[in-house]
């Protein structure tokens, strides 16, 4: 990094930069953009998380943030987004707010975040925190984030922070042809990897796997009443 940052950021950064460095091989990167790691570096993490936490928000791992749910490890903040190639002009779906800390990044990179939260509280409060930081390129909706939201749909690229056990055919249908979603796939606590699928102009899928990963189980009835095929894609993708 080329810029000044506090010491925190410093050591933030340095921490994602050791992690990708033990891991270039799985994911075949050597770095991450550098608007990626910008985004990271001007989002203060210790905004997103409880105050009994915050001595621990710059550390490299993830952190309660109630309701059973937790906000990801920075290091894999920054590879999910780099996965998803965030371009100034996306019009971006993300399922399952939290805190709102990935929303925040996110904001800095594209045109437009429209963002589902199932937990009410966590809803509103990521609401009032991204408020209170200026962000208003965000709508946070609560929602079963299973079936994405439509009303705004097709996106230019779609992040689940959440662990499905398939990939849900709503989120495969609302993918812009040219788009990208990035999502983590696996039972609740346990095997999870986390994919890219890429739909290209015909509406073909390419899925590719990319880490294993820990992340907190999708909810709601979408996950509970509907199913996917056992390759983790919709039943029937986009002619």
Not at 60 to 74: E, K
Not at 102 to 130: N, P
Not at 196 to 208: I, N, Y
Request: glycine letters at 10%; aromatic letters at 6%.
């Amino acid at each position: 990094m080329t810029r000044e940052h506090p010491p925190e950021i410093d050591k933030l950064l340095r921490d994602i930069e050791w992690e990708l460095d033990l891991t270039r091989k799985e994911i075949g990167k050597d770095r991450f953009d550098p608007r990626v790691m910008e985004a990271i570096a001007a989002v203060r993490r210790h905004e997103f998380v409880p105050e009994e936490s915050r001595r621990y928000a710059y550390d490299d791992g993830p952190l309660p943030i109630g309701f059973g749910q937790t906000v990801s490890q920075p290091f894999i903040v920054a590879l999910m987004t780099d996965l998803l190639e965030p371009k100034p002009g996306d019009v971006v779906l993300e399922v399952g707010t939290g805190s709102g800390y990935q929303t925040a990044i996110l904001a800095r990179l594209v045109k437009k975040v429209y963002s589902v939260e199932i937990i009410g509280a966590l809803a509103e409060q990521a609401r009032e925190r991204l408020r209170k930081l200026g962000i208003d390129n965000v709508e946070i909706k609560v929602g079963d984030g299973y079936y994405g939201w439509p009303e705004h749909a097709p996106y230019d690229k779609i992040i689940v922070t959440a662990a499905a056990p398939r990939i849900p055919p709503p989120l495969i249908e609302q993918l812009k042809p040219g788009g990208r979603l990035v999502i983590p796939v696996g039972e609740p606590f346990g095997y999870q990897m986390l994919k890219v699928v890429d739909k290209d102009e015909s509406g073909r899928l390419e899925t590719r796997d990319v880490l294993g990963v820990a992340f907190v189980p999708l909810t709601g009835d979408g996950v509970e009443k509907n199913g996917c095929d056992d390759t983790g894609t919709a039943r029937n993708p986009p002619p």
